[in-house]
């Protein structure tokens, strides 16, 4: 939860582009995507494969002819619904790219008149200058040991369902095993 009002104050605090490192893609998509529903906005995810989707519904078909980032940066900078998008696969387009960045750029400079967020997801992202001022960056934080116990019982579950057997441990080890998967 802390997360979510975490993210929810760099939103609030006018940052046109978030920038998050980490190789829990789906983790950030979906931290996103709750944030986006419980503030009312429209959230849109993009990768390289898929082009640009509303993130909200499952089953929302992708705009195939956003693939490219120049299309996705064009429809994101041509469109005056506010909204958050969270894009998976830019980090590479960004590199010796300055049609790319301008593009980023001129998001960000309109941010006030059109209230988009750009979230820009990779395990490894270098900020280029022209940009970096309109960038703030987030990282999620490591689950505590009530949300590691709440996943490994989950698994636990997931084992029964798949193999129809059941996980047994006492409390002791269960309190070990938690212990044991802090930092990961």
Same mark, same amino acid.
């Given at each position: 939860?802390?997360?979510?009002?975490?993210?929810?104050?760099? $939103? /609030?605090?006018?940052?046109?582009?978030?920038?998050?490192? !980490?190789? *829990?893609?789906?983790?950030? &998509?979906?931290? %996103? @995507?709750?944030?986006?529903?419980?503030?009312?906005?429209?959230?849109?995810?993009?990768?390289?494969?898929?082009?640009?989707?509303? $993130? /909200?519904?499952?089953?929302?078909?992708?705009?195939?002819? !956003?693939? *490219?980032?120049?299309?996705? &940066?064009?429809? %994101? @900078?041509?469109?005056?619904?506010?909204?958050?998008?969270?894009?998976?696969?830019?980090?590479?387009?960004?590199?010796?790219?300055?049609?790319?960045?301008?593009?980023?750029?001129?998001?960000?400079?309109?941010? *006030?008149?059109?209230?988009?967020?750009?979230?820009?997801?990779?395990?490894?992202?270098?900020?280029?200058?022209?940009?970096?001022?309109?960038?703030?960056?987030?990282?999620?934080?490591?689950?505590?040991?009530?949300?590691?116990?709440?996943?490994?019982?989950?698994?636990?579950?997931?084992?029964?369902?798949?193999?129809?057997?059941?996980?047994?441990?006492?409390?002791?080890?269960?309190?070990?095993?938690?212990?044991?998967?802090?930092?990961?």
């Amino acid at each position: 939860m802390s997360d979510l009002n975490d993210l929810k104050m760099l $939103l /609030e605090s006018r940052y046109p582009i978030v920038v998050i490192e !980490t190789w *829990e893609e789906l983790r950030a &998509l979906d931290l %996103i @995507r709750r944030l986006g529903m419980r503030e009312g906005r429209p959230v849109f995810a993009w990768n390289v494969v898929d082009g640009l989707r509303r $993130l /909200e519904f499952e089953d929302a078909p992708s705009q195939k002819h !956003t693939v *490219e980032p120049d299309a996705l &940066l064009g429809q %994101i @900078r041509g469109t005056n619904e506010p909204g958050i998008y969270a894009l998976c696969d830019l980090h590479p387009f960004l590199k010796d790219e300055p049609r790319h960045t301008r593009l980023l750029k001129e998001i960000a400079l309109h941010h *006030e008149r059109l209230h988009h967020t750009l979230v820009l997801i990779s395990h490894q992202f270098s900020i280029p200058p022209e940009i970096r001022r309109y960038c703030t960056r987030f990282s999620l934080s490591m689950p505590d040991e009530k949300q590691l116990e709440h996943i490994v019982q989950d698994e636990a579950r997931r084992f029964k369902q798949e193999k129809g057997e059941r996980v047994r441990a006492d409390r002791a080890s269960l309190d070990r095993l938690v212990r044991n998967l802090r930092g990961f």
